[in-house]
């Protein structure tokens, strides 16, 4: 059974951090590409960074400099370091694992992250 579990969101004041985690269980980590995604309310489900599994990283324009995307692969997780938030970074963070020739595809729960003013 393929698992991914979120953790680490809550609650920041405007220019906090928090650290995103998504431990995995079920499949081969190392050889997926790894992802973070947002959704905020009333919008659809939008991408945030990606790691690939060779540790090429790429980032939305709206987070390039504030947020860094990393895996551990020994430890089956992924991590999304987020600094400098602000209010339109409010959403639930959810992870995606994605095999390189494109399926299967699996998400997590999510991650709830509120930014306020």
């Known amino acids: 059974q393929v698992q991914l579990v979120e953790s680490g969101g809550g609650m920041v004041q405007t220019g906090g951090s928090l650290r995103l985690s998504c431990a995995a269980s079920g499949i081969i980590f190392s050889v997926n590409d790894m992802s973070w995604y947002r959704q905020s309310s009333g919008e659809q489900r939008g991408w945030v960074a990606t790691?690939?599994?060779?540790?090429?990283?790429s980032y939305a324009n709206s987070v390039e400099g504030r947020f860094v995307i990393s895996r551990a692969n020994a430890e089956s997780t992924l991590y999304l370091q987020m600094n400098n938030l602000q209010p339109e970074d409010t959403g639930v963070y959810y992870c995606?694992?994605?095999?390189?020739?494109?399926?299967?595809?699996?998400w997590g729960q999510g991650t709830p992250v509120t930014v306020s003013s």
């Open positions: 995606k694992a994605s095999h390189p020739r494109g399926s299967p595809v699996f």
């Open positions: 790691v690939t599994r060779g540790g090429i990283t």
